[in-house]
């Protein structure tokens, strides 16, 4: 029996002074409560209950050990009271650690519609666009891309897909050529995501065999937001997120290259992640259910 069942079982005995009670509220057999008792006594080095075939009574011991016992398991079964109504009802500090660029284009109204519903739930919420580990950062969620997600063992949900674009400035294009074709994609420089992050090439389709372009370039990083900034600035071709060049492409500031021919890649996925699908606590179970149904609430419907 472990140590802090026989200290129930101590407990109990003492209390109703009675081995048979004892044994009846803990759903055991009587030997089995003497054992218990004997076992503490034999931790402890000391007879703690004189018995009697009519009674039991407390040794100066046990008096003192029934005090310390009593402390103990009624802290031990607030905590697990207060532990357990964690389980079933969100709150306490939620640690989320969020793609930079999508969090703030996209998701903020996300995590300000999941705060309104569960007003009981602190957040902490990191921006980032590198890769990172949930568990070793002590992250609870992680709404991320990709590349981001260093642990095979950690579970991810798509929350959904982001169309990208292959984009540049007039002046730019002005200055070298438009491509026709994605093969023209090679004479020109690129502002490119990092190559830690994405091959230095782009993938299209091309029948039964993929069309794979490598590409030049002189800026790199891993921020598609600086990597639109550095395009409008004249410093070659990008391949960015469709909202981000929106405004842009309506304006002009932008032109859309080689619309004709189709990306493998041709969006970039959000997903949710998180260490394990079992004993979620309820706050993080909250996150994930609140954001699965908001994105497909907005999904276009088929």
Request: hydrophobic content about 45%; proline content about 5%; glycine content about 4%.
């Amino acid at each position: 029996m472990e140590y802090v069942e026989s200290l129930r079982v101590f407990r109990s005995v003492v209390e109703l002074r009675s081995f048979t009670r004892a044994a009846d509220i803990h759903g055991l057999a009587r030997p089995a409560v003497s054992r218990a008792i004997a076992g503490l006594e034999e931790r402890m080095g000391c007879r703690l209950l004189n018995r009697t075939t009519r009674q039991i009574s407390l040794t100066e011991a046990a008096e003192r050990f029934y005090e310390g016992c009593v402390r103990i398991l009624d802290d031990l079964d607030a905590l697990e009271a207060d532990v357990a109504n964690q389980t079933r009802k969100a709150s306490g500090v939620l640690r989320l650690v969020s793609h930079t660029t999508a969090t703030l284009t996209r998701l903020v109204p996300l995590i300000a519609g999941f705060k309104r519903a569960h007003p009981d739930v602190t957040l902490d919420v990191t921006l980032t666009e590198r890769p990172v580990d949930l568990v070793a950062d002590g992250y609870d969620l992680g709404i991320v891309v990709p590349y981001m997600v260093t642990s095979e063992t950690t579970v991810v949900r798509l929350l959904e897909r982001i169309p990208v674009v292959i984009v540049a400035t007039p002046a730019y294009l002005q200055a070298s050529s438009i491509p026709q074709h994605p093969s023209g994609l090679a004479n020109h420089l690129f502002v490119a995501m990092s190559p830690s992050i994405r091959r230095a090439c782009i993938n299209f389709r091309n029948g039964e065999h993929d069309l794979s372009v490598p590409f030049r370039f002189d800026v790199s990083s891993n921020s598609p937001t600086f990597n639109r900034e550095m395009v409008l600035q004249g410093f070659g071709i990008g391949v960015v997120p469709a909202d981000l060049a929106e405004n842009e492409l309506t304006s002009g500031k932008l032109i859309r290259l080689l619309t004709d021919f189709q990306l493998v890649e041709e969006s970039i996925e959000i997903r949710l992640a998180y260490s394990n699908r079992t004993l979620l606590p309820a706050k993080v179970r909250a996150f994930i259910d609140y954001a699965a149904a908001s994105f497909a609430a907005a999904a276009p419907s088929r």
